[in-house]
């Protein structure tokens, strides 16, 4: 059995795509799915909320970019807790264009498939692989997209990210035409939603009527709460954290189904 690769992506900052990452990451290993999270921004956010959530400290033992330039990414695994695992990147990791530059010539498809490459080995070790990324155009997000059998685009309703995932979208098929991969788009998934804020309101009736069918129905809602796990990592109060659990276990549960029946559609094909 082959691990689902998902990247949750927007090319907008600060949309909530590594918070969905993490979150969903962390319940995935909760119902017991063998779960790796793949830390491919410098920003190294995702890995910095999942150490803090295993109690750990800052100190990276392998990072990513250190994986990829010795060609092999696998002894980078740092587990976070049963069930959920992390491949951490680090500052470093902003040398990765000129590594590839050096390494892949003029050879676009070697520069775009490496990660797919080094994620190769994993795949029969884990149930879910779950990708974060910088929010560019950039050979993070290409090399993302390609290695990924899934893509979601976390759009924060606000104007600038609404446009964002507008954009997204022609990318994702580019990419799709461009490098020959087989990328299936998941979805739109709305977040940071205010209650009775007008301009929430006003953006998703945009993408509603924009997206149609792709826009899932789970909508992530604005908390303090969240906001408090970038600096504790995400905690597990009974009272606190069980709105938020419900609200996100909501999303995975459509992002699953949306999963198994893309899948059963290409096996009756």
Same mark, same amino acid.
């Given at each position: 059995?082959?691990?689902?690769?998902?990247?949750?992506?927007?090319?907008?900052?600060?949309?909530?795509?590594?918070?969905?990452?993490?979150? $969903?990451?962390?319940? $995935?290993?909760?119902?017991?799915?063998?779960?790796?999270?793949?830390?491919?921004?410098?920003?190294?956010?995702?890995?910095?909320?999942?150490?803090?959530?295993?109690? $750990?400290?800052?100190?990276?033992?392998?990072?990513?970019?250190?994986?990829?330039?010795?060609?092999?990414?696998?002894?980078?695994? %740092?587990? *976070?807790?049963?069930?959920?695992?992390?491949?951490?990147?680090?500052?470093?990791?902003?040398?990765?264009?000129?590594?590839?530059?050096?390494?892949?010539?003029?050879? $676009?498809?070697?520069?775009?498939?490496?990660?797919?490459?080094?994620?190769?080995?994993?795949?029969?070790?884990?149930?879910?692989?779950?990708? /974060?990324?910088?929010?560019?155009?950039?050979?993070?997000?290409?090399?993302?997209? =390609?290695?990924?059998?899934?893509?979601?685009?976390?759009?924060?309703?606000?104007?600038?990210?609404?446009?964002?995932?507008?954009?997204?979208?022609?990318?994702?098929?580019? %990419? *799709?035409?461009?490098?020959?991969?087989?990328?299936?788009?998941?979805?739109?998934?709305?977040?940071?939603?205010?209650? /009775?804020?007008?301009?929430?309101?006003?953006?998703?009736?945009?993408?509603?009527?924009?997206?149609?069918?792709? %826009?899932?129905?789970?909508?992530?809602?604005?908390?303090?709460? =969240?906001?408090?796990?970038?600096?504790?990592? &995400?905690?597990?109060?009974?009272?606190?954290?069980?709105?938020?659990?419900?609200?996100?276990?909501?999303?995975?549960?459509?992002?699953?189904?949306? =999963?198994?029946?893309?899948?059963?559609?290409? &096996?009756?094909?």
């Amino acid at each position: 059995m082959s691990a689902k690769v998902i990247n949750f992506a927007n090319f907008k900052g600060g949309v909530g795509k590594t918070t969905t990452t993490t979150i $969903l990451a962390n319940i $995935l290993s909760q119902f017991g799915h063998n779960t790796l999270v793949i830390d491919f921004d410098p920003q190294g956010n995702s890995s910095d909320m999942l150490m803090k959530t295993a109690g $750990l400290g800052d100190e990276i033992p392998k990072s990513i970019f250190e994986g990829i330039q010795q060609q092999d990414i696998t002894d980078c695994v %740092m587990y *976070i807790k049963q069930d959920l695992a992390l491949i951490p990147s680090d500052f470093d990791l902003i040398g990765f264009p000129l590594f590839l530059n050096k390494t892949t010539k003029n050879d $676009l498809m070697k520069r775009a498939y490496l990660l797919d490459y080094l994620i190769e080995p994993l795949r029969a070790k884990y149930d879910y692989i779950i990708i /974060d990324t910088p929010p560019t155009i950039s050979d993070y997000t290409n090399n993302a997209v =390609v290695a990924s059998d899934y893509v979601s685009i976390v759009m924060q309703t606000h104007p600038w990210s609404f446009r964002a995932s507008k954009h997204f979208i022609p990318y994702l098929q580019e %990419m *799709i035409d461009e490098y020959d991969t087989n990328i299936h788009l998941l979805g739109i998934v709305p977040v940071m939603l205010k209650t /009775d804020g007008k301009m929430d309101d006003y953006i998703m009736r945009l993408a509603q009527q924009e997206y149609k069918e792709h %826009m899932f129905s789970s909508e992530i809602k604005h908390s303090e709460r =969240v906001k408090r796990y970038a600096l504790s990592g &995400i905690t597990n109060d009974l009272i606190h954290d069980k709105r938020i659990k419900k609200m996100y276990g909501k999303l995975l549960s459509e992002v699953l189904e949306r =999963v198994e029946q893309h899948e059963r559609r290409y &096996i009756e094909q």
